[in-house]
């Protein structure tokens, strides 16, 4: 059984920063692209970046672009989504998920775990 459990979210006064990470297991972490998308109050899912099985293609929405940075170590089954200069706008509920890029990210049927809240106030 595919799991992904995030964690790392908490609250944080704007332009400060968090690490979120996501453990993985019950796949081949390191066959797969993986992505993070989050959801903020009253909103519809949205992407956020995605990176391919050996972290040779990188991607990020432009609402972060310059602010986050993803990461895996395969050795670990891990993904990380480093996230500087915060913002307020950035509240919302982080999940990682099982998918090599946007498209994948945010179909209905793809994997993702239980979400770490951020929260960032001003």
């Known amino acids: 059984e595919v799991q992904l459990v995030e964690s790392g979210g908490g609250l944080v006064q704007s332009g400060g920063s968090l690490r979120l990470s996501c453990a993985a297991s019950g796949f081949a972490f390191s066959w797969y692209g993986m992505s993070w998308v989050r959801q903020a109050p009253g909103r519809g899912l949205e992407w956020v970046s995605s990176i391919s099985s050996g972290a040779g293609t990188i991607d990020y929405a432009d609402s972060v672009k310059g602010r986050a940075t993803i990461s895996r170590d395969n050795a670990k089954n891990t993904l990380y989504l480093q996230l500087n200069n915060l913002r307020t706008e950035d509240t919302a509920m982080y999940y990682c998920?099982?998918?090599?890029?946007?498209?994948?990210?945010?179909?209905?049927?793809?994997?993702r775990g239980q979400g770490t809240q951020v929260t960032v106030s001003s």
């Open positions: 998920a099982k998918a090599g890029d946007r498209a994948e990210a945010l179909w209905t049927q793809t994997v």
